[in-house]
């Protein structure tokens, strides 16, 4: 990929910032963080102006409905919607993120045309129904069941941190439809309407009073086979596509913003004095720096990686691993900044920072643990074999 824009690239990224600088004024204030109801407004509401514009999926095939853009032409994409200041893509996120990349990779014609324009334009929301109470990031513990009845499944059971229950459509899920089977095989892909009866939504509280996962249970909930995605029994593989995205290039556009809060808090350094009198704390802000510069080309790579063979590779966990544990860094570094101003969460300047570091604790569990992270790079990257085998 060359680092460089070419004309045409040139031309893509100045059409977005014209196109940008016209419709953000005009955007109302963000909602309560607290009102996830009135988060999905918003959220959808901007991925439509997205999607009417021709900005939706801009990097998806254009052949599932995306814009059919340059892995370059989408890394422009998160540079200049960041850089403006456009709304993250919330609500939306597992949607746009990583079901609606695993459907066109992975679905049928009908199973593309009926779900992936309701996530592109912003009509339709998803959640993600993968991990269980025992069975955390050790997804294929999972207990969930799903028994065939004619073409339906019966699924019971329930499942945790399932992220935007509570404002979703459609729900990515997990289950075992052959209990008898080694446990990475006898899985199944499901999509479940969340408005199906036998389903129930519990909202759970983060350390930030928010809302965005929930636990689900599931009390014999009718799906339709139709609504499986790749074969029964193959859910193992599938999920391994689903997770690609989730770990290779999901958190993309986070890279940048955590860029700009670098800059951002060096700034309140400056302001604070903390900068003059703390060199170590200036090697901290220059080595991470340094770290998301790498990270960066590591985006760089993995979405080439995906445009090329349509899933990232194995190095989406390297870049997962770095990624939340450097995200981790530089809200720790804000404490160090803010000193006992970040010890509360109150309106006034460390306000952001210190919701942003609570949030990011849940980084090196979310989407696998750091430590699942690490064992995948020792044995499908670097080639090592695995614990207890010479």
């Not at 460089?4 to 204030?29: H, I, N, S, Y």
């Not at 989408?74 to 993120?97: H, M, S």
């Not at 958190?251 to 700034?267: D, K, N, Q, T």
């Not at 509360?344 to 300047?349: I, M």
Request: aromatic share 8%.
């Amino acid at each position: 990929m060359d680092l460089q824009d070419t004309p045409a690239e040139a031309a893509f990224r100045r059409g977005l910032r014209d196109w940008l600088g016209k419709v953000l004024p005009d955007l109302p204030p963000p909602p309560d963080p607290l009102d996830w109801p009135a988060r999905r407004a918003y959220d959808t509401a901007w991925q439509r102006r997205l999607y009417d514009a021709g900005y939706a999926g801009v990097h998806w095939p254009r052949e599932v409905g995306g814009q059919g853009a340059t892995p370059a032409e989408y890394l422009i994409f998160l540079e200049e919607t960041e850089r403006a200041g456009a709304p993250y893509v919330g609500a939306n996120f597992v949607g746009l993120l990583h079901a609606g990349p695993t459907i066109a990779a992975e679905g049928t014609a009908e199973q593309r045309r009926r779900w992936l324009p309701g996530i592109l334009s912003g009509a339709e929301v998803w959640c993600q129904g993968f991990s269980e109470p025992g069975a955390g990031s050790d997804l294929a513990a999972l207990r969930t069941r799903a028994v065939r009845d004619g073409d339906d499944y019966v699924v019971s059971g329930s499942k945790l941190w399932t992220s935007h229950a509570e404002v979703a459509d459609w729900c990515e899920l997990l289950v075992r439809t052959d209990p008898a089977a080694p446990r990475h095989r006898g899985i199944s892909w499901l999509v479940l309407p969340m408005d199906a009866p036998g389903v129930t939504v519990r909202p759970l509280r983060t350390l930030m009073g928010t809302a965005e996962f929930a636990e689900l249970f599931l009390d014999e909930v009718r799906v339709p086979v139709a609504n499986r995605v790749g074969a029964e029994n193959d859910g193992w593989r599938v999920t391994m596509v689903t997770l690609s995205f989730e770990r290779g290039t999901a958190f993309a556009g986070e890279v940048v913003a955590c860029r700009r809060a670098l800059v951002e808090l060096a700034g309140l350094a400056r302001r604070n004095g903390v900068w003059e009198a703390d060199p170590g704390l200036r090697r901290s802000l220059g080595l991470l720096a340094a770290r998301f510069g790498a990270l960066w080309r590591l985006v760089q790579w993995n979405v080439s990686e995906a445009q090329g063979g349509g899933v990232p590779g194995p190095g989406a966990s390297v870049f997962k691993l770095c990624f939340s544990e450097a995200r981790q860094e530089l809200y720790d570094l804000a404490a160090a900044v803010l000193g006992s101003g970040a010890l509360v969460l109150a309106d006034g300047e460390g306000d952001d920072w210190t919701a942003q570091r609570l949030q990011g604790l849940s980084y090196t569990i979310a989407a696998g643990t750091s430590q699942i992270q690490r064992n995948i790079v020792a044995q499908r990257v670097l080639g090592l074999p695995k614990p207890g085998r010479a």
